[in-house]
């Protein structure tokens, strides 16, 4: 139990946060743990995956989610859906299953929250502290006050009852239209309403393994893989650093090793099950 406690990881959300991160462990663990750490049965080493609804990856289509989690299954990831993080004192989790898990460490992708800021009225904060925008960003019942990006929710838009997902592309339109607005109000002239326009979403599981929803274009594997890869290293700043990037990746794929080092003692510091527990 203690070594277990220390071996085993518990992620608690499985959005394309906890998705993508028990996907890279289980490769550090099958690709690298197992030549740093030759002294550790990595056969004991458990990655869970717990997420309250019935499927991954929620904002994504249902195929991206059964594929989401039949990649997860194959690779080994114990995945809890419909399952909840009752609660954790930094060595038990107990979830609404009344399964009791062991572990020292628990990482939350479960969401977001604002940071709240005081003056404003307090019906304009909502769920997660975002505050309630209008069509122009503009936080509901003042005209010189903008929310942009994850901290606002706006109302309106059908395709997104529940406000516009919490990622960097709504973020982005949203902050040069209010740019936009605001010098068009400074001269007079009416503001434009936002419209988000989806590009889609991806997310990477693992080594040849991704999904892919591009409005009805879904895609999952290897070729969702790449298009990843491509999109997200065409997204770092300047040619220099997508050069650099691509040639680490490229890197690691081909020798199945990444380069950073957490450089700690072997067998030299001994847990006692006391020890392991939190105090
Ligand atoms: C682990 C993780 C992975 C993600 N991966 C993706 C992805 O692959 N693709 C994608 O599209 N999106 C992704 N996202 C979401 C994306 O990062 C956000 O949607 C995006 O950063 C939102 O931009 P923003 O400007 O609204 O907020 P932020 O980027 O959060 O910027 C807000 C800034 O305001 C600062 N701040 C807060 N309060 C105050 C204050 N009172 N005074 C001054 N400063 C303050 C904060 O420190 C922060 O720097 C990911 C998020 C996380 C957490």
Do not use: C
């Not at 499927?55 to 989690?69: H, P, W, Y």
């Not at 960097?168 to 936009?180: D, F, H, Y």
């Not at 274009?217 to 990843?228: D, L, S, T």
């Not at 290293?233 to 080092?261: E, H, P, Q």
């Amino acid at each position: 139990e203690v070594m277990n406690s220390l071996m085993d990881f518990v992620i608690v959300g499985g959005g394309p946060t906890g998705v993508e991160l028990a996907g890279a462990l289980t490769e550090l663990k099958k690709n690298v743990f197992t030549k740093d750490y030759k002294e550790l049965d990595m056969r004991e080493m458990d990655i869970h995956l717990v997420e309250a609804s019935p499927r991954l990856l929620n904002g994504m289509s249902e195929q991206a989610s059964q594929k989401a989690l039949d990649f997860l299954n194959e690779m080994g990831v114990k995945v809890h859906l419909n399952t909840a993080v009752k609660s954790y004192d930094g060595y038990e989790v107990n979830l609404s299953s009344g399964e009791k898990l062991i572990s020292r460490t628990l990482i939350w992708a479960a969401g977001i929250k604002g940071n709240p800021i005081s003056g404003l009225k307090p019906e304009v904060v909502t769920r997660g502290n975002r505050l309630l925008v209008d069509e122009f960003n503009r936080v509901k019942g003042y005209d010189n006050i903008f929310a942009i990006g994850d901290v606002a929710l706006m109302e309106g838009d059908e395709r997104f009852p529940k406000g516009h997902p919490q990622m960097a592309p709504p973020a982005q339109q949203q902050g040069r239209l209010v740019a936009k607005n605001i010098r068009n109000l400074m001269k007079g002239s009416a503001p434009r309403p936002f419209r988000y326009f989806d590009k889609g979403s991806m997310a990477t599981v693992g080594r040849n393994k991704a999904v892919v929803d591009m409005g009805r274009i879904r895609f999952q594997g290897f070729f969702a893989w790449y298009v990843w890869m491509f999109v997200h290293l065409m997204a770092i700043v300047g040619w220099k650093n997508r050069v650099f990037t691509f040639f680490s990746w490229m890197w690691s794929y081909l020798t199945y090793d990444r380069s950073n080092r957490l450089i700690i003692g072997r067998n030299e510091e001994k847990f006692s099950p006391e020890e392991t527990k939190p105090h």
